[in-house]
């Protein structure tokens, strides 16, 4: 079982290099940082709590500088934050920024882990975090990967006092601290050594920092210059680290490269020593291991032999190598033997000048198809390798073994039958619903993966040198594109069909029928079969024609169905499924499609939400400045509204008088600079009796906010209200923007989901007027989440309610409050 868990682990490392099967390089600085890599048996695990906490600077020295096996673990894949590259947001959001770290991880040279936990939003304090994530269960996933990467050290991004500002931060060095004792205890989470063993790291560093206006760094701490020059890699790693980390683009983090010293300051936390050195005490070497030395040996004969100009000189001493790391060795040498013998691997590999792979004619199959396959080999440098067996999944090849020319490219048509019991390749852990505190994996041993295991998968085993080795690839997609070049996918398994639904959620606010659509996309040819609607209690539903038949793959259909709601209506929700062949599939597709990272897809429940409101609205032109990205403006066409999109051109043309309102899109101040140069056709718009509401802007290093904004100054502060429970005082209740057209009252302010505001208004000029207060627990009330002034005949409105969370998810105060704002009356 211990072999199982290292091989676990193993395939956890191995996942980093299947965005492009052959992306990893084989040059000679490449080839010798492998070789030195060998000589080192460390670990470190780097602990935070998001996607953009890690310090990539510092991971970069210790996985090429130091040679350390480095890992990062976020306990969140960053779900619950903002997206300035899109729309998507939550589960979607998630597994974009799972991959921007992937693809840092890959410019890094760290590994990716990560806990169950769910990132639900800002959080101001610790205790909040733990009482939505379940502490327990979120420390047994930190112990869980600290007791299976056993590091010699641990280092945390965040103390637990708080410098942090973010909940979860301190959340996170607070239980970095308690799994460090906990995953050294036997009794603490004792179901896990059926898989694993205990794991007493030697020391818990905190890696002090000094930013956003508050520095924790000590004269008295250790500090380590991590920005030096790598000449093998020709790059610092200050350089490594910008690169590393502008791969978070849906954050904004694109970053500089520095160059020149830089100084990392490190507190002990717990442990002892380490006074002078992180890995003070431990042994990194061979040394630690008795009758392990000749490994060390051999690995630095491999350095002294090398010849960049013909990397296969060395081959006899790898093969050598690869076969002692190959022996029966106890316990720990036994893990880090099949480390290293992987590591070994790679580099027999790079210096036979190996170049496999094995694309897919089409990007996606279905369980039960057939996939034709593109078998590639290369052996680019001289020396001796005989491919001796190709396996698919379902068996062997029938290929005879033959030795491979030098620089001659062998390639292999095969077609080979997919499991009928293949699963689909979606994200493994938002294959189940899950609450807003955990996802919910079925298979623990999964907890921990930064990814799925590529969906299908072929095994070489050849010779090399006289080494019998065996080389896994997975199926991949590939083709050239125009503008990009040579670009991969990851081979996908899709259900023979998907529906999806136009809307994920649909708001009605009388009783008129609406056609809804249904899309229905073929994976396979001859997909045919019948759609099944499920409606909650009190609507009517009627589809005029359930049948479907696609002929061939990719094809689509749509089918429409009318949908009421009758007086005894129950808000709920709509489900589709598609009987294919006496099963039933109830998934709908979303595909995520970003050049910077790998294409990615989500199958969920194909639902819709249905609501009907008791909403009351006056006019129905209203017009939409985009800014950074949300739905708003299709959730208020639902209701009735005719919006209009302007655009720079149309702001610079177009009277805009004939808008009843003007509503700006998230951070479009932060994302649109030209709207500086309309501010005075925006404040002449509400002189002669428009409407202008702002929703919220950020304040920051990543969207400062420079134009003018409001006909009188205010600020844009950081407070907001995590707590979407947090009780709401009304301050002008007489006020037109809850009277007008709808009444506004406590029950508006149910059922509001995440949080209820962010960027409040913070100091502002005195004709301004607060309409509410709210605040979190233990802190003192806000009265920027809702500012108003009449400007001429017309009136402004900034807000940080968070309208592009709540419509969306068909929160109906939060459409009654909106469609007030927006029906403001002139003032005379």
Known sequence: MKRFVSFFFLSLYALSATYSQNNTSSAPGDIIEGIEKLEVVGSVLYIAAHPDDENTRLLAYLASEKKMRTAYLSLTRGDGGQNLIGKEQGDPLGLIRTQELLAARRMDGAEQFFTRANDFGYSKNPEETFSIWNKDSILADVVWTIRNFRPDVIICRFPTTGEGGHGHHTASAILAQEAFDAAADPNRFPWQLAHTTVWKAKRLYWNTFNFGGTNTTAPDQLKIDVGVYNPLLGKSYGEIAAESRSNHKSQGFGSARSRGSGIEYFKLIKGEGGATDLFEGVDISWKRFDGMME?????????????????????????????????????????????????????????????????????????????????????????????????????????????????????????????????????????????????????????????????????????????????????????????????????????????????????????SARTFDFVIHANMDGAAGTLQLKAPEGWIVTLKNADFHLDKKGDETILQASISPSKTGKNGTLSASLLIKNNTYTKSIRRIEYDHIPYQFILSDAEAGLVNINLKKTGTNIAYIPGAGDDIPACLKQIGYNVTILTDEMLKTENLSRYQAILTGVRAYNTTERLQLYYPKLMQYIQNGGNLIVQYNTNSRIGPVVAKIGPYPFTISRDRVTDEHAEIQMLLPQHPAFNIPNKIGPDDFEGWIQERGIYFAGEMDAHYKGLLSMHDPGEKASEGSLIVTPYGKGNFVYTGLVFFRELPAGVPGAYRLLVNLLSLPPNK
């Open 295 to 511: 490994i060390q040996h051999l690995a630095d004969s491999c350095k002294k032999m090398f010849v960049p100009s013909n990397p296969a000189t060395i081959l006899p001493l790898l093969v050598k190598l690869y076969a002692l790391l190959d022996k029966n060795y106890p316990s720990e040498q036994a893990r880090w033997a099949e480390i290293k013998r992987k590591e070994t691997e790679d580099l027999i590999l790079k210096c036979a000048g190996l170049w496999i792979e094995v694309d897919a004619a089409d990007y996606s199959t279905v369980p039960g198809a057939i996939v034709n396959l593109n078998v590639q080999l290369v052996k680019r440098n001289a020396c001796d390798v005989r491919l001796d067996k190709i396996s698919y999944w379902t068996g062997p090849d029938t290929t005879q073994p033959f030795p491979l020319k030098t620089n001659e490219l062998i390639s292999i048509k095969h077609n080979e039958p997919v499991m009928a019991n293949q699963p689909w390749s979606d994200p493994y852990w938002l294959r189940e619903k899950h609450s807003v505190s955990v996802f919910n994996i079925i298979n623990p041993l999964l907890i921990g993966k930064p990814e799925n295991d590529p969906a299908l998968h072929v095994l070489f085993q050849l010779t090399i040198a006289g080494a019998m080795i065996t080389v896994e690839r997975p199926v991949v997609y590939k083709y050239t594109d125009p503008v990009k070049g040579e670009v991969y996918r990851p081979f996908e398994v899709l259900p023979p069909a998907t529906v999806n639904i136009a809307e994920k959620m649909y708001v009605f606010s009388d009783a």
